[in-house]
T-cell receptor, first 115, second 118 residues
Framework: AQTVTQSQPEMSVQEAETVTLSCTYDTSESDYYLFWYKQPPSRQMILVIRQEAYKQQNATENRFSVNFQKAAKSFSLKISDSQLGDAAMYFCAYRSPNTGNQFYFGTGTSLTVIP | GAVVSQHPSWVICKSGTSVKIECRSLDFQATTMFWYRQFPKQSLMLMATSNEGSKATYEQGVEKDKFLINHASLTLSTLTVTSAHPEDSSFYIC??????????????FGAGTRLSVL
């Protein structure tokens, strides 16, 4: 099974500042998908951003962007202009094309936004 | 994005009773649904994967006779916790993926169900 590692259990950021959450993964596959999900206190999992491995261009969704380094197997999430509503658990996930859309999740990073 | 509805959001039951949790995809056909269990401040643990019309595939260590999964239609999957005991108390989350541009290669999640077994 693929392994997804989030080495930062907790992070904090000042409101309006920028924060980067790290994620690394282990795989021998060349084609796959990577995701960042947000889980606020309501515990509803929300898709933040996704990246297809065959695309070299980093995905961007408004204030959220990723730094995808395929050779290094790294997939970090950058949140710009942090807002109080960004406070949540963030999970990095890997999807293999060979396991029926099964996702492998990291252990999560708890993000605190300081007003 | 696509919407997945999960019901109930919170259920309290007595030990020994069974509880059914429903997961519905509202605006797409969910060819595959997933059931997760999440302990406080931990990641999601995959319990089983179900494809419409087929038997669910359970992860190692998950009792298929205790956690009954049915995926009889392209919009509905159910998880029944049979003879629930206090150690089954947890947060259960479903997700769904399907065909088409809306839900291909993505999992959309329900809001989760908090199960408390007394």
């Amino acid at each position: 099974a693929q392994t997804v590692t989030q080495s930062q259990p907790e992070m904090s950021v000042q409101e309006a500042e920028t924060v980067t959450l790290s994620c690394t993964y282990d795989t021998s596959e060349s084609d796959y998908y990577l995701f960042w999900y947000k889980q606020p206190p309501s515990r509803q999992m929300i898709l933040v951003i996704r990246q297809e491995a065959y695309k070299q261009q980093n995905a961007t969704e408004n204030r959220f962007s990723v730094n995808f380094q395929k050779a290094a197997k790294s997939f970090s999430l950058k949140i710009s202009d942090s807002q109080l509503g960004d406070a949540a658990m963030y999970f990095c996930a890997y999807r293999s094309p060979n396991t029926g859309n099964q996702f492998y999740f990291g252990t999560g990073t708890s993000l605190t936004v300081i007003p | 994005g696509a919407v997945v509805s999960q019901h109930p959001s919170w259920v309290i039951c007595k030990s020994g009773t069974s509880v059914k949790i429903e997961c519905r995809s509202l605006d797409f056909q969910a060819t595959t649904m997933f059931w997760y269990r999440q302990f406080p401040k931990q990641s999601l643990m995959l319990m089983a994967t179900s494809n419409e019309g087929s038997k669910a595939t359970y992860e190692q260590g998950v009792e298929k006779d205790k956690f009954l999964i049915n995926h009889a239609s392209l919009t509905l999957s159910t998880l029944t916790v049979t003879s629930a005991h206090p150690e089954d108390s947890s947060f259960y989350i479903c997700s769904a993926s399907g065909t088409g541009m809306l839900a291909k290669n993505i999992q959309y999640f329900g809001a989760g169900t908090r199960l408390s077994v007394l």
